[in-house]
């Protein structure tokens, strides 16, 4: 699938420097509504990348915080009832204010509590939806079925095709987690060919990356397509200079963040794999 | 307390290292209902273990979610009144269902809260029960009174006789982790031999270990006996081959981790020591 | 700011030392109504310094256990209105007892929820309250306005003299985290002079040394000021070590527990850097 060697090939790295260098700069404050499980590593994934971790959840308090952050991460990974009206309610004010928020629909096809909830949150617009192959899928079907009946012919069970339908049909940037991790807005795809199987082995590491992305948009927000791939090769990037000191799982989640805090030019620009598929 | 050298002394190792394989093969999914400490390190046990662990908690979710499991890990360590119903629904559903659960009482002693809580969950038929010493005989004790009055003239404190008595009263395997580890069918007693002091130093390696337990019994749940002391062997293991290269509780914990998931056979063979008592 | 050397410079060390054998010889029981983000570190912080840590956290069960504990530290960082009524309970509690509390009103300037939580907190009379410097502005300046209006002439944005008041205002030992410590009872002040800027960048090492003075404080409960200022030596010592082998801030966190685990008198006694102001 990936096209033969193109330009852009060059103009990536540089970009994804870019977005580095900024959010580096700015340190921008990224809200993270997320399950207890990936609090930690997400946390510490954003301040190693030089970003503003804010785990800040309560429905009495968002009207007041969420104004000042910079972007907002929601993850319902340990989805409950009592949580939900205040991703919904954070959610809505970041759209309302012009903020990005990023939806990561964790086991979305686990439940239909879950998918409900996801149907719901995609009505106020995130900017970016990043999953792995499986929730994409059951989030593009299910986003299908309820706006064109349950007899949709969308029967799709290809992850490229569903982020297509799945982000034409949102306005939102889709990104795929996987061996490849793809970006699309529905026309434009391209593909972050960073990162190692290893990375699976560590909870949280999805949820982290999503983070990532947030911090990344929030920087650039007409560039969506552009942070998200940047955000994923940046991580990968980070596993794959980590791997090569690692023994395990564990060894590789703390040689990876700190090799994305130290991560330098030269590294961003001779690592980075982003091309258009 | 150790009997002399017997024939099983080398059946063991080799039974562990099945139990072991099984779980990598297979990569059964085990829903943790746990505590906020341990969902970190509980969850990357479990991915080093090769099993599929999920954080899922809520009452909304636990009847579309639970029937696809494997097994069932609930840990009382931050108990709230407003997760018990979903702690409760879902040991309920997995006995319904004919899928092994794992308790760990931790804390038990230490309120009427956590007493009443586990004693309500012991009539959902655990499979397994593993906790320390004060937490088995507590619970034992409680469990005796509350079947035959609180003049009960069960007054051991002794671990291992309220351990037997706790496997007789409910019909659970139990559990004590110590110096050495303790497992028994209220007949049967077997001893794991494995592990280090320093584990101790190390935050959430008993709630881990209780859910690796969960991931054992689910590939063989007719002998969980065998598989309950498999898990705390090969975690015991791990631990003593992390100790080669820690300086530390928190370099344990890492070593812990990349050594659990890089165990081989040789190690197992060699190192697994698990005897009748 | 520093006076000239004194006498104490030398005293302190050995202060330090005794405060950190007391921990280890005692293993004082450190209940924990913390933020979810922070529970693995502080956990991990109080186990290596030799303390017992408990994060229990339901109202239903602290009438029976917050009696039996030797210290308590609430720290607001995931505040929501459901664990609110918790911590008063349990601050109530170990006032009422004599038992010291500890509060970290993380990010209280965020929002007016955050505030009036603290300020009904501070009600309730803490023995210590750490924070950074914003965090103890904020405090000080809404802590002066309840009590003298919202007209008062208190304006101060500066980090010592708005501990100082907050000092006087509540009673509390008053510390603030920065480039140099400072610890107050507004009238004396004491700067410890440990720790590396890299600190900042893992989550929860501020939350963690919060809690690390609970259990220091616990074990000299007459000298709060001395058991403040030692332990946020102490904990900057272990980072200062554990800063030599670090290749980032993941690394960093580990060599950091290990240090303070095996911190010696030796080191102790070299490196802490206590000193008045």
Redesign the interface.
Known sequence: MKSEEEPETSVWPRKTWTFLSEVRRRSPLIQCIT???S???M??TL??AGAS??????S??IP??TP?VHALCINI??????WFPAMKLAAELSSKLGKPWVLDPV?VG?????LNACLELLKLKPAVIRGNGSEIIALSKASMESTKGVDSSHESIDALESAKALAEATGAIVAVSGAIDIVTDGKRVVGANNGVAMMQ????TGCSVTALIAAFVSVDQLHALEATASALSVFGVAGEMGMSN??????L??????????LDEASVLSRVNITSL
Chains 1, 2, 3 share one sequence.
Request: charged share 20%; proline share 4%; aromatic share 8%.
């Open positions: 399950n207890f499980v609090m930690d590593l946390a510490n301040l190693s971790p804010a785990m800040i959840h309560s009495d308090e007041d915080f000042h990974g340990t989805l409950s009832g009592d086991a686990a439940s239909r509590f879950r082995r560590i909870t949280a690692a023994n395990g799982p564990a060894s989640r703390m040689h990876m963040i700190d090799s994305l805090y130290g």
